[in-house]
């Protein structure tokens, strides 16, 4: 059976230890938050928040995310000296008995969503991504330089109309909604800073960001494989280019061909049914047969997609996924394998008491915990289908 887990952002997140082990998980996925980027993370911060975790009646072996400078996905002048931090980072968790280590390479910004409260018909609100909100944002408020480029002609006649019909307040949500850093996210920008950010890869495209993504894997997978870690990519959040930015582990190919050209073991990956599910020529569960082996977390969530580009945050058993299938594809693999694999129920809708709580988008307590309900009822019900054939 799946290991059973929620993520929590450590002492200053809404939602509290106590909340988590009630909602039924065994152990929370999390990490040092509060350290720099390209910090390293020292052992003793490492065994103090993996005791309060414990005195709690949790488990954290799970990391999520130890963050991947920009200078190493740029190939910077300090790349070295991150990458040494880095290696000492994963050197100290494993001394800690940690081993599943989550990473992204998405370049500036994190998981992008351009709606965060968008009204379900139960009166739940979810989160939500629509192109042409990011197209007025790209170019209307960021004036991002040969951004129509980007965009088809009849997606910019609907931004420039948007925008005009959009009062200040309105484009300033949009603004911060999109930059201002969502839970998890690595960094926080304005809008002029967001502009500096952007140039630093005004020379790297999707071939050059593959190349230091390998490079960068190259540098600690042989150390990883020593430590016995597993080092598992998040897929791109949303899984195409966004503000000229290239994003390369947005499909199978994608990961394929990472696996094929660092084949380490600790080469691995973090399945989010989200981020692949929102593209419609991923196929969820022939993704978790073909890269069973290599799968070492799941993030399991279910995105609705709509037209021209648009998708939101579905209910876990409802949208796209199919996650009758593709958690049958896991516990076939599990079987396989002989082993459990840590997953969490993702982005859950905030509802009920929720609403009238202070909550981190994506990450209020009762949607995750219904969702976690829904996918246990779920996998149990599929091994006992299992054990009776």
């Known amino acids: 059976m799946m290991i059973e887990t929620m993520r929590w952002f450590g002492p200053s997140d809404p939602v509290k ?59 910077g002048p300090d790349q070295d000296a991150l990458i040494d931090n880095y290696r000492q980072s994963l050197t100290n968790l494993a001394a800690c008995g940690i081993r599943t280590i989550t990473y992204n390479f998405m370049p500036v910004i994190d998981w992008t969503r351009t709606d965060l409260a968008w009204a379900m018909p139960d009166g739940a609100l979810a989160l939500r991504f629509e192109l042409d909100a990011a197209a007025v944002f790209d170019l209307h408020i960021l004036r991002r330089a040969g951004a129509e480029r980007d965009y088809d002609p009849a997606l910019i006649e609907r931004a420039a109309r948007r925008f005009a019909g959009m009062d200040a307040d309105a484009r300033h949500l949009l603004e911060r909604t999109i930059i201002a850093g969502l839970p998890g996210s690595e960094e926080s920008f304005d809008v002029d800073c967001f502009r500096k950010a952007l140039a630093q890869y005004d020379h790297v495209d999707a071939e050059t960001l593959r190349a230091n993504h390998v490079a960068f894997l190259e540098a600690v997978c042989p150390l990883a494989d020593q430590l016995g870690i597993r080092l598992v990519v998040h897929p791109d959040d949303p899984p195409f280019a966004l503000f000229g930015l290239p994003r390369v582990v947005s499909t199978e190919a994608d990961v394929t061909a990472l696996f094929d050209r660092v084949p380490n073991p600790s080469n691995g990956l973090c399945f989010c049914a989200g981020s692949f599910g929102a593209r419609a020529d991923n196929d969820l569960p022939g993704m978790i047969e073909r890269l069973g082996e290599r799968i070492g977390f799941l993030h399991l969530r279910s995105v609705q997609r709509e037209p021209d580009g648009a998708f939101h945050e579905a209910a876990h058993l409802a949208g796209d996924a199919g996650m009758v299938a593709l958690v049958e594809a896991i516990h076939r693999l599990q079987s396989r394998e002989g082993r459990s694999i840590p997953m969490r129920p993702d982005h859950g809708h905030q509802m009920l008491d929720d609403l009238s709580k202070k909550t981190l988008p994506g990450y209020s307590l009762l949607g995750r915990m219904r969702g976690l309900a829904e996918l246990r009822g779920l996998e149990r019900g599929i091994a006992h289908m299992a054990a009776q054939r």
């Open 17 to 75: 230890l106590r909340d988590i082990r009630q909602a039924g998980a065994s152990g929370v996925v999390t990490a040092l938050h509060e350290s720099a980027n390209g910090d390293v993370w020292t052992k003793e911060a490492i065994e103090a928040r993996k005791a309060e975790i414990k005195v709690a009646g949790l488990d954290w072996s799970v990391v999520e995310s130890l963050p991947v400078h920009e200078a190493i996905k740029t190939r």
